[in-house]
Each structure stands twice: as structure tokens, then as C-alpha cells.
């Protein structure tokens, strides 16, 4: 009973340090979020890379908007190895679902 009581008691513990560890890190990207729009060209190598397409991007922006992280980007274009296939997209504005997102392991749209 003894061993049952202390393991319980060790994790209620761990629960709450992996809680307040999440926090934190929630708390740390809100708070960098406005940074992103200096990391633009970094943002659209990085895409152009992955991608293997050159994109280029004339704003983008970051917040939180309520309980959801808001990424918004202007002047988006993406040009592909075939020129027939060329997207441009004047704005783009997505929310994340970031628990969900956690829990699933992908990106979720809040919407």
C-alpha cells in the first residue's frame, strides 16, 4: 500500500511538471510570435527547399489569436519547375489548433 501511495504521489509530480513545462513553452511562442516577420526570406528559403519551388512571400505575420496561434502571409508565390502550375495567392490567413495539433501529432486548422 505504502509503494501504491508513493507512486501515485510521484505521478501526480511528473503530471504536473509536464503541465507546467508545456506552459512555459506556450507562454515562450506567444511571445516570439511578432519575431517571425524577421525571419521572412529565412521562412522562404527554408519553404523553397522543402518544396523545391521558389517561394516568395511580401509580409507575414504572426500572433495569438485567442486560444489559436494566427499566421497571416501577403503576396504569397510559389513558382514550380513547371511554370504551368505557378501559384500566387494574394493573402493567406491560418489559425492553428495547438493542443489538438500536440495531441495528434500534425498540424490542425482551428477552423
Known sequence: ??????????????????????????LAIRQMMPLVSDYREDISDYLSQQLNAEITMQQISADWDGRYPRVYIAGLQARLPDPSLDVQVQSLDLSFNFV????????????
Open 100 to 111: 489538438a495539433s500536440m495531441l495528434r501529432g500534425e498540424p490542425l486548422s482551428a477552423h
Open 1 to 26: 500500500m505504502w509503494l501504491l501511495k508513493t507512486g501515485v504521489r510521484w505521478l501526480n509530480w511528473l503530471v504536473l511538471a509536464v503541465l507546467l513545462l508545456l506552459v512555459i513553452a506556450m
